[in-house]
């Protein structure tokens, strides 16, 4: 039976694995073809940093179908190598605001690293764990999370976090994989499970 912390560690070394190099085998699918898949257009993975289309491992075009308007806080929940969170800038505009939040560290480097690439200040990244957070409370008009709840024990406490952190009428765009089957409970206590 795997612990809650022996999973976050698991996840965080194999999406850091997934920053560090994208072009390798992983447990998942990452980068832009995969992106593609999903049905981000084109000219959109154009106009986005490559360093941060090449290390995409979401489930869903979460911030395309978000409803983000001209000068929105927008924070972008597991953002990993921020995809989504410049997606989400170039909707919010420069009267608007992004703070992407992950827990691996590399995925965050990269992030920055492409915000130097566009020199945006109104976009931030920063290393935390999504179920804690450092934001202020009722500061966000709008959350992305992009298929971060299989892989986070703390589902709870994420969702307490995103209540705290989200303005009154706010929204949250949220994806994630789902079974079709009931799975074995002995087939999904462990880190292989998790990641199948």
């Known amino acids: 039976m795997i612990e809650g912390n022996q999973l976050k560690e ?15 085998n992983h447990p998942f699918p990452v980068g ?3 992106a593609a898949s999903l049905g981000y257009p084109e000219d959109i993975l154009n ?3 490559y360093l941060s289309v090449e290390s995409f491992a979401g ?8 409803e983000i308007e001209q000068g929105d806080v927008v924070y972008d929940i597991g953002c990993g190598g921020g995809l989504d969170a410049f997606i989400a800038l170039s909707r919010a505009g420069i009267t608007g605001k992004v703070v992407g939040v992950d827990f ?12 130097e690439m566009i020199h945006a200040d109104n976009i931030e990244f920063i290393v935390s764990d999504v179920e804690d957070l450092p934001s202020e409370d009722n500061s966000a008009d709008v959350i992305l999370a992009n298929g971060i709840f299989n892989l986070n024990p703390y589902r ?3 969702f307490s976090e995103m209540y705290r952190v989200l303005k009154p009428g706010g929204t949250v765009f949220a994806a994630e994989l789902i079974t ?4 074995e409970q002995a087939s999904v206590c462990t880190l292989v499970g998790w990641f199948s």
Not at 15 to 24: L, N, T
């Open 10 to 24: 698991a996840v965080k070394v194999a999406y850091s694995k997934a920053a560090e190099s994208p072009q390798d």
């Open 47 to 49: 106009s986005v940093p």
């Open 32 to 34: 832009r073809k995969f």
């Open 59 to 66: 489930v869903s075009n979460v911030s395309i179908l978000a």
């Open 156 to 158: 709870e406490r994420i």
């Open 104 to 115: 691996s560290k590399e995925m965050i480097d990269k992030a920055n690293i492409s915000k």
């Open 180 to 183: 079709e089957q009931v799975k």
